[in-house]
């Protein structure tokens, strides 16, 4: 019985133990390259980049992409540091928005493939997918979402002024 319990643990040890000690040695290798690649200082200046893109849209830019003059309530949004900086907002019970996108040429998305023009996303899903205004002389201003796992575009709200409305709404309560 003894011989039979040694040869079970010895079998667990080999085929259980060995590839989870392979698998915490390699995550720790990993952890260790991306600290190092990814020291605290650079995490920071690059969110504070990221921030100062955000809160200084390109507005003429932006008007040439979208081919008409932008919506006064997305210029409103980009004014409102607290909620344009704000990050994981609720919207309704399914949608969030993860984080809001800077209005500049860097920001301009490849999806002419994919949509049929380019996009400038304003904001992005918790699931990453862009939302965005199409662009267009004749467009309204209705904000769209694509979802990026089959490709479905959805109305995310009927105008810009009403996404905002209802973020401050949903937002408010916490």
């Given at each position: 019985?003894?011989n ?27 952890r260790?390259?991306?600290?190092r ?7 920071a ?16 830019f ?11 309530a ?20 399914a949608d969030?928005?993860?984080t ?11 999806t002419?493939?994919w ?5 400038v996303a ?12 199409r ?27 009403e996404?905002?409305?209802?973020l ?6 916490r």
């Amino acid at each position: 019985m003894s011989n039979t319990l040694n040869t079970v643990v010895g079998i667990s040890v080999i085929f259980v133990g060995l590839p989870l000690a392979i698998l915490w040695l390699r995550d720790c290798v990993n952890r260790a390259r991306h600290r190092r690649r990814n020291p605290p200082e650079k995490i920071a200046a690059d969110r504070i980049a990221f921030e100062e893109r955000l809160l200084r849209p390109d507005w003429d830019f932006y008007e040439r992409h979208l081919q008409r003059p932008v919506p006064s309530a997305l210029r409103e949004l980009y004014a409102d540091r607290a909620l344009v900086t704000a990050c994981g907002l609720d919207y309704t019970d399914a949608d969030r928005i993860s984080t809001f996108s800077p209005l500049d040429e860097r920001g301009l998305l490849d999806t002419k493939p994919w949509l049929g023009f380019d996009a400038v996303a304003i904001a992005t899903s918790d699931f990453g997918d862009p939302i965005y205004l199409r662009p267009g002389q004749a467009e309204d201003d209705v904000v769209y979402i694509t979802h990026h796992d089959g490709g479905d575009t959805d109305v995310f709200a009927d105008s810009v002024a009403e996404m905002i409305k209802r973020l401050r709404d949903a937002n408010l309560r916490r």
